[in-house]
């Protein structure tokens, strides 16, 4: 085999897994349904139930709503992504720190109406993963970073029956939507393969629609004491679209028909809300997350495009809500959520377990509607990481942090 073709394999190779990792990776979750959990570091969102956006995290909650209800809203995710220290055999000066995050807007919509006093149904429009970094163009490791931007779209229709004064049932569909750009080259003039033009190792535009379901109970211990319990299954979608690539195995460029399986994670949540008094009320969250239902990537052709190692993640939430007086209620919150990643890292996942740190307001217009606002500063931790699974290796440091904003207007009828 020649170098230019070992070359090739190699760099291919290296360029699908890690763009297959980003699109999946613990990252791509989103918690940004709404500015209301956002403010409380979505401590207690599976059962709270002061706005319909509950609707999102746990459809029997639908069941505590005794009139129509709406809520609109929008949140920016503002990622600090860094990759410094990073050394590399095509750069043997050393590469200059990396800025790889960016600022995504997550609008969402619900709507909840009560038909009578045992049924509810509700509709919401939102996201539950969503992600995007990218290199510079003149990155010499780009065989390793490149472009990826990955969206989703929930559409949710969910209905709600109260079983008796204690217990209440509910379920719904989602239709998720799901729209993805991938790339992988090796910058021009890197090696003497690519003196005037760069070499593409992967260029991917691809969107799919896929259906999903969830099921959830409340318990209402008492007017002041509730717990939410909920379950979302989470379908594997699959993205068609425009999708070159060189396969490994030949060395050759190849323009594929297949679709690429993207599988998204189950995940299950717990919640409970319990008023203290008429001015405070504590509430928290535990939540379960599936990745480690990702032993694998392919394309409907049978292209095995990934192996991975990953394991569940888990978010521990707890927050509480001051309700000042009429006009005013305060919130905030703490969680601690784990990395999906284990064995496997990448300067393009820079992935680890992270805080938030959670504070929010609302401020009520009248006594039909309010505007929500909530902000959380996300901290992450510094990652050794080192990849080799292309020609050349990389190492680096990797750290993500990030600003999480949110504003909302819900009003009941």
Same mark, same amino acid.
Request: proline share 5%; glycine share 10%.
């Given at each position: 085999m020649n170098k230019k073709r070992l070359f090739t394999q190699s760099m291919v190779a290296a360029a699908i897994t890690l763009a297959s990792q980003q699109a999946l990776a613990a990252g791509f979750q989103l918690n940004a349904q709404s500015a209301t959990g956002l403010g409380r570091a979505f401590a207690g969102d599976a059962v709270i139930a002061d706005n319909a956006s509950v609707m999102s995290r746990n459809a029997a909650a639908m069941a505590l709503f005794d009139k129509p209800a709406m809520s609109l809203g929008i949140n920016a995710v503002n990622t600090d992504i860094n990759v410094k220290n990073a050394k590399y055999p095509l750069a043997?000066?050393? @590469?200059?720190?990396?800025?790889?995050?960016?600022?995504s807007y997550v609008p969402n919509i619900y709507y909840i109406h009560p038909i009578n006093e045992k049924w509810t149904?509700?509709?919401?429009?939102?996201?539950? /993963?969503?992600?995007?970094?990218? *290199?510079?163009?003149?990155y010499a490791a780009n065989e390793y970073g490149g472009l990826t931007d990955v969206k989703s779209v929930n559409f949710a229709l969910s209905t709600a029956y109260r079983i008796n004064e204690q217990w209440s049932i509910g379920?719904?569909?989602?239709?998720?939507?799901?729209?993805?750009?991938? +790339?992988?080259?090796?910058?021009?003039?890197?090696?003497?393969?690519?003196?005037?033009?760069d070499i593409t190792l992967l260029d991917v535009d691809a969107d799919g629609i896929a259906l999903g379901w969830n099921v959830g109970t409340v318990y209402e211990l008492n007017e002041d004491n509730r717990f939410g319990?909920?379950?979302?299954?989470?379908?594997?979608?699959?993205?068609?679209?425009?999708?070159?690539?060189?396969?490994?195995?030949?060395?050759?460029?190849?323009?594929?028909?297949?679709?690429?399986?993207?599988? @998204?994670?189950?995940?299950?949540?717990?919640?409970?809300?319990?008023?203290?008094?008429?001015? #405070?009320?504590?509430?928290?969250?535990? +939540?379960?997350?599936?990745?480690?239902? /990702?032993?694998?990537?392919?394309?409907?052709?049978?292209d095995v495009l990934n192996n991975y190692n990953w394991q569940d993640g888990w978010h521990y939430a707890l927050g509480g809500t001051y309700y000042l007086n009429n006009d005013w209620t305060l919130r905030a919150g703490y969680m601690y959520d784990t990395s999906a990643q284990d064995q496997k890292t990448s300067i393009s996942v820079p992935d680890s377990d992270r805080q938030w740190f959670s504070g929010g *307001?609302?401020?009520?217009?009248?006594?039909?509607?309010?505007i929500d606002v909530g902000v959380t500063y996300l901290v992450g931790k510094d990652v050794e990481v080192k990849e080799?699974?292309?020609? #050349?290796?990389?190492?680096?440091?990797?750290?993500?942090?990030?600003?999480?904003?949110?504003? +909302?207007?819900?009003?009941? #009828?």
């Open positions: 043997p000066k050393g @590469l200059d720190d990396a800025q790889i995050g960016d600022t149904v509700g509709a919401g429009v939102y996201s539950n /993963f969503g992600t995007k970094t990218e *290199f510079d163009d003149n379920g719904g569909l989602d239709v998720i939507y799901g729209a993805g750009k991938l +790339q992988r080259f090796v910058p021009e003039g890197r090696t003497p393969l690519n003196p005037n033009k319990l909920s379950y979302r299954y989470s379908p594997e979608l699959e993205a068609k679209g425009d999708m070159t690539y060189i396969k490994a195995q030949s060395g050759n460029p190849n323009i594929s028909d297949d679709k690429l399986k993207m599988p @998204l994670p189950d995940m299950a949540e717990f919640s409970g809300y319990h008023r203290l008094n008429q001015l #405070f009320a504590v509430h928290y969250s535990v +939540q379960w997350i599936r990745w480690s239902e /990702f032993d694998k990537l392919e394309t409907t052709g049978g *307001f609302t401020y009520h217009l009248d006594s039909k509607s309010n080799e699974t292309g020609l #050349f290796p990389v190492t680096a440091t990797t750290r993500a942090n990030a600003w999480l904003y949110g504003i +909302q207007y819900s009003r009941s #009828f």
